[in-house]
């Protein structure tokens, strides 16, 4: 299995960056996925997760209302547009796939199968 993530850059406050996360060898429709971030000097932590149907997602509070989390089964891929990007949201960016297939998704006490590589995101002032 792969998972490569693509889409981070250098931009703006303010600006937009869409991320995306390339599965191969993956049941990518049968995995939830998740969104998460490690900004320099602090704990990784979950910023968005979605279903393995893309039923249902969750958000980080700082970033609801920003960031939307969206999951193409078709194209395996899984993705993170965010607009208005802040400073504080600089990190880098990385997907993992859950095998759990419930109604609802998470980002707490979570056995991730797969990890991605990451993509640095920075945001200027």
């Known amino acids: 299995v792969q998972m490569v993530e693509s889409g981070g850059g250098f931009v703006q406050a303010v600006e937009s960056l869409t991320l995306s996360c390339t599965t191969v060898g993956l049941e990518f429709e049968n995995y939830a996925m998740t969104w998460f971030r490690r900004r320099p000097e602090k704990e990784r932590e979950g910023v968005s997760c979605?279903?393995?149907?893309?039923?249902?997602?969750q958000y980080l509070d700082s970033v609801q209302g920003r960031f939307t989390v969206s999951k193409d089964n078709a194209k395996n891929t899984l993705l993170l547009q965010m607009n208005s990007l802040k400073p504080d949201d600089t990190a880098v960016y990385y997907c993992a796939a859950d095998p759990s297939r419930t109604l609802a998704c998470s980002w707490h006490h979570v056995e991730y199968a797969y990890w991605g590589q990451g993509t640095q995101v920075t945001v200027s002032s």
């Open positions: 979605i279903t393995w149907n893309g039923q249902e997602s």
